[in-house]
Nanobody, 113 residues
Framework: QVQLVESGGGLVQPGGSLRLSCAAS??????MAWYRQAPTKQRELVAI???????DNLDSVKGRFTISRDNAKNTVYLQMNNLRPEDTAVYYC?????????WGQGTQVTVSS
C-alpha cells in the first residue's frame, strides 16, 4: 500500500502562485503525476514526472506549471504560476508502485478575485 498526502491548495487571485506537495509513504513509487478535476468536467492529467526525471505537461499549463520531485523525500511538487480562473479544480496526486497505482485525497485550488 502507498499513502499519498497532499498539501498546498487554497484560494489565490488571478496571476498568483501556489505550490502543491504530495508525500508518498509505504512503498517505493516510480512515476508520479498531478491530475485535476473541475466541477462538471472529467479528471485530466496536468503534469507527470517519471523516475528518470522526464516530464510532460498539459498544453494549457506549459510555461506556467512545473512538476518536480525529491526522491530522498518521496515527494512530488507542482509549482503553479500565473494562475487563471480556469485552473480552479480539485488537484489529485497520483503515483505508480510495483503493485498498483494510487491516488491522493485531493486538494482544492480556487483562482478568483
Amino acid at each position: 500500500q502507498v499513502q499519498l498526502v497532499e498539501s498546498g491548495g487554497g484560494l489565490v487571485q488571478p496571476g498568483g502562485s501556489l505550490r502543491l506537495s504530495c508525500a508518498a509513504s509505504g512503498r517505493a513509487v516510480s512515476t508520479m503525476a498531478w491530475y485535476r478535476q473541475a466541477p462538471t468536467k472529467q479528471r485530466e492529467l496536468v503534469a507527470i514526472i517519471r523516475s528518470t526525471g522526464n516530464t510532460d505537461n498539459l498544453d494549457s499549463v506549459k510555461g506556467r506549471f512545473t512538476i518536480s520531485r525529491d526522491n530522498a523525500k518521496n515527494t512530488v511538487y507542482l509549482q503553479m504560476n500565473n494562475l487563471r480562473p480556469e485552473d480552479t479544480a480539485v488537484y489529485y496526486c497520483w503515483a505508480r508502485a510495483a503493485d498498483a497505482a494510487y491516488w491522493g485525497q485531493g486538494t482544492q485550488v480556487t483562482v478568483s478575485s
